[in-house]
């Protein structure tokens, strides 16, 4: 059975930052793309960042850009978000996914519904 676990959420001020953790279980997340989204409750759940398999295709949403780094550790079988910077608009609760569709397997897959694994989210808050 596949779990994905996210932890590392928690409250910062602004100009602070995190490290959000992806870990998983029942998979290698090496063989998937993985992606981190966030997402609040009147919002859309957004990729902010997403990698190929084997750490392939590293890319990052233009809102973050700059500020947050996607960190493979294979050998553990996590992936890291480090977010610097962060701001009161990064408030959200994120979210990592992985994707083996072809897209996603070269760091390219920015559609949510691609994504087939996901955990249950961590709860980023950002005060001013």
């Known amino acids: 059975q596949v779990q994905m676990v996210e932890s590392g959420g928690g409250l910062v001020q602004a100009g602070g930052s995190l490290n959000l953790s992806c870990s998983a279980s029942?998979?290698?997340?090496?063989?998937?793309?993985i992606g981190w989204f966030r997402q609040t409750p009147v919002k859309k759940r957004e990729v902010v960042s997403w990698?190929?398999?084997?750490?392939?295709?590293?890319n990052y949403a233009d809102s973050v850009k700059g500020r947050f780094t996607i960190v493979e550790d294979y050998p553990n079988n996590r992936v890291y978000l480090h977010m610097n910077e962060l701001e009161p608009e990064d408030t959200e609760t994120y979210y990592c996914?992985?994707?083996?569709?072809?897209?996603?397997?070269?760091?390219?897959?920015?559609?949510?519904?691609?994504?087939?694994?996901w955990g249950q989210g961590t709860k980023v808050t950002v005060s001013s």
């Open positions: 996914a992985a994707d083996f569709a072809p897209a996603g397997m070269v760091g390219k897959d920015t559609n949510e519904a691609a994504y087939t694994y």
């Open positions: 029942g998979l290698s997340l090496n063989d998937y793309g």
């Open positions: 990698v190929g398999r084997n750490g392939s295709g590293r």
